[in-house]
């Protein structure tokens, strides 16, 4: 099948050699800008996207979906009724209770402010990945009265101690009074494990004890903070939280706070959004600056052309086919330059984590500092949704950038042009 007369004078237009070899070499830096311009914004978004998938599955991880919690910080009154209440929804697949505090963690010389978390170890991996990510040790080390502790690899580096250790955890929100003057509570605990989250906020900051051991530690009487839970949709882990709570509520007369994973990490994930809108904004003004570099390009050719256009104008080609051929010409960049542009993001985001090895090693710079972003890997994640709508952006303009020639074009006199050939 031909193709349209129009389509074969745009591309050999856009092929142009010898004498027009100067307005070829501008066609093809308009198609390699368009090229890094989409390549560019592809790859930035695919990183922001891994990056929030990370944090995300990392808090999912160590969270709970959703969690219960006593009214203004005061343990549960009953979490084995709560808890079995809270089962009887179709759409919680797992409940565990938990105990929770501050304290410091002294080893030797060495001290770190931590979050300690009693867990029941047959629960606790139903709503959490704990079990998968030890290093060292296991999770049924923590056997009620075994004052026995799971430490991240982080802390475990900041308190040089390892499996075996001894570590003292010192509570200063329960001192004592004692005719000494007030003494900090404090406890000697036994490195048990050592887990890797891959999040430096949990592994140089979070600790798991048993929960018997945590409630007399915090004194709760036996009683749990608040109870973590697994559901099946996390997505709408809020309102099935907050559904539980009520159902329990109008039940036993009991006040109960609740949260989820997103609003403990709201300013997180909000940021990242933001961040997202900002940098495709800011990104797609690179792709409209090298779109309308096609202007420039196709003005050039219709002034250079203008011997061929009158020509065909005197054969009696009409005007709207004169500007098909120069909206076709620069449809052609717009399209070759996002295809390079597509090509180039996959292939950038396929070896990015290996292109920012390749840098620090060179320059001897950290580029991504673990106890700043929270990650010690660059991720990456495509969405061929955003990919779909950058081409699309990049091809709208490319398209848009044509009008303006293709109309000049069509408007030119034939005799006033073949007076000066």
């Given at each position: 099948m031909r193709q349209p007369y129009e389509l074969s004078i745009a591309v050999r237009y856009l092929r142009a050699r010898s004498t027009h070899s100067f307005i070829s070499f501008i066609s093809a830096v308009s198609m390699i800008g368009i090229g890094l311009a989409v390549a560019v914004l592809i790859v930035v978004l695919s990183v922001m996207n891994g990056f929030e998938h990370e944090l995300q599955q990392r808090i999912l991880g160590m969270m709970s979906d959703a969690t219960i919690d006593g009214l203004n910080g005061q343990p549960l009154p009953d979490w084995r009724a709560v808890r079995s209440r809270a089962l009887a929804n179709p759409q919680i697949e797992a409940a565990a209770p938990f105990v929770e505090g501050q304290a410091m963690a002294v080893a030797g010389e060495a001290l770190a402010g931590v979050s300690v978390r009693g867990v029941d170890p047959d629960l606790e991996k139903d709503v959490s990945n704990i079990a998968s990510i030890m290093q060292s040790g296991s999770l049924a080390a923590l056997a009620p009265g075994s004052y026995a502790m799971l430490i991240g690899t982080k802390l475990a580096e900041a308190l040089h101690v390892g499996v075996g250790d001894k570590v003292m955890l010192v509570l200063a929100t329960e001192a004592r009074v004692t005719p000494a003057g007030v003494i900090p509570r404090t406890r000697q605990f036994t490195v048990a494990g050592v887990f890797s989250a891959g999040m430096f906020e949990y592994d140089r900051?979070?600790?798991?004890?048993?929960?018997?051991?945590?409630?007399?530690?915090?004194?709760?009487?036996?009683?749990?903070?608040?109870?973590?839970?697994?559901?099946?949709?996390?997505?709408?882990?809020?309102?099935?939280?907050?559904?539980?709570?009520?159902?329990?509520?109008?039940?036993?007369?009991?006040?109960?706070?609740?949260?989820?994973?997103?609003?403990?990490?709201?300013?997180?994930?909000?940021?990242?959004?933001?961040?997202?809108?900002?940098?495709?904004?800011?990104?797609?003004?690179?792709?409209?600056?090298?779109?309308?570099?096609?202007?420039?390009?196709?003005?050039?050719?219709?002034?250079?052309?203008?011997?061929?256009?009158?020509?065909?104008?005197?054969?009696?080609?009409?005007?709207?086919?004169?500007?098909?051929?120069?909206?076709?010409?620069?449809?052609?960049?717009?399209?070759?330059?996002?295809?390079?542009?597509?090509?180039?993001?996959?292939?950038?985001?396929?070896?990015?984590?290996?292109?920012?090895?390749?840098?620090?090693?060179?320059?001897?710079?950290?580029?991504?500092?673990?106890?700043?972003?929270?990650?010690?890997?660059?991720?990456?994640?495509?969405?061929?949704?955003?990919?779909?709508?950058?081409?699309?952006?990049?091809?709208?303009?490319?398209?848009?950038?044509?009008?303006?020639?293709?109309?000049?074009?069509?408007?030119?006199?034939?005799?006033?042009?073949?007076?000066?050939?």
């Open positions: 900051g979070l600790v798991f004890v048993s929960f018997d051991d945590a409630a007399r530690l915090f004194r709760t009487g036996g009683r749990a903070s608040g109870l973590r839970l697994g559901i099946a949709d996390v997505f709408n882990a809020r309102t099935v939280a907050m559904q539980t709570a009520r159902a329990i509520a109008n039940e036993t007369g009991d006040r109960f706070s609740v949260s989820d994973w997103t609003m403990r990490h709201y300013t997180y994930f909000r940021s990242i959004q933001l961040q997202k809108t900002i940098m495709f904004v800011i990104l797609s003004l690179v792709i409209a600056v090298a779109a309308f570099n096609i202007v420039s390009t196709l003005m050039m050719v219709v002034r250079d052309k203008r011997g061929d256009i009158a020509i065909l104008r005197s054969f009696g080609t009409a005007p709207r086919s004169i500007m098909t051929i120069f909206a076709s010409q620069g449809t052609s960049i717009g399209v070759l330059g996002t295809v390079l542009g597509v090509l180039l993001a996959l292939l950038f985001a396929w070896q990015l984590d290996n292109i920012v090895s390749v840098l620090e090693w060179a320059f001897n710079v950290d580029l991504l500092s673990e106890d700043v972003y929270f990650l010690a890997r660059l991720p990456t994640q495509l969405r061929w949704g955003e990919i779909g709508e950058i081409c699309l952006l990049a091809l709208g303009l490319a398209v848009a950038a044509t009008f303006y020639p293709a109309l000049s074009a069509a408007r030119q006199p034939p005799a006033e042009a073949l007076r000066y050939e």
